[in-house]
């Protein structure tokens, strides 16, 4: 893997899943200036927060294909495998995967937030 540092406000990022990782991983994103769009049926207290807020998108449905087709960095937070494999079989090639739940399909990692 090659260090490096990304400008994230740039980049459509899409998190797949609602829960306590990708609340983690949103919390950050944020920060850092990105206005993510999140694909749950069910999130976080929080997410709803930062979607009432307009920090966020918030698509309050299960994942479908053609979900990630504007995306440039793509985050699995989910405990679901058939979403995660359905997920990982749509990456492009001008996208980046970070598989939360197997490190060994990432494109990236990030440091633990």
Not at 43 to 69: F, H, M, N, Q, T
Not at 71 to 86: M, V, Y
């Amino acid at each position: 893997m090659y260090p490096m540092m990304v400008d994230i406000s740039k980049r459509n990022v899409v998190v797949v899943g609602g829960g306590k990782i990708a609340t983690r991983k949103l919390q950050e994103l944020i920060r850092c200036g990105a206005k993510p769009t999140i694909i749950a049926p069910a999130v976080s207290p929080e997410i709803l927060e930062w979607a009432e807020s307009g920090k966020a998108l918030l698509v309050r449905r299960a994942y479908k294909s053609g979900d990630l087709d504007d995306a440039t960095f793509i985050f699995i937070c989910t405990d679901d495998p058939a979403t995660n494999k359905a997920v990982m079989s749509e990456i492009g090639p001008h996208q980046f995967l970070n598989d939360t739940t197997d490190r060994t399909n990432s494109d990236f990692i990030n440091l633990a937030t």
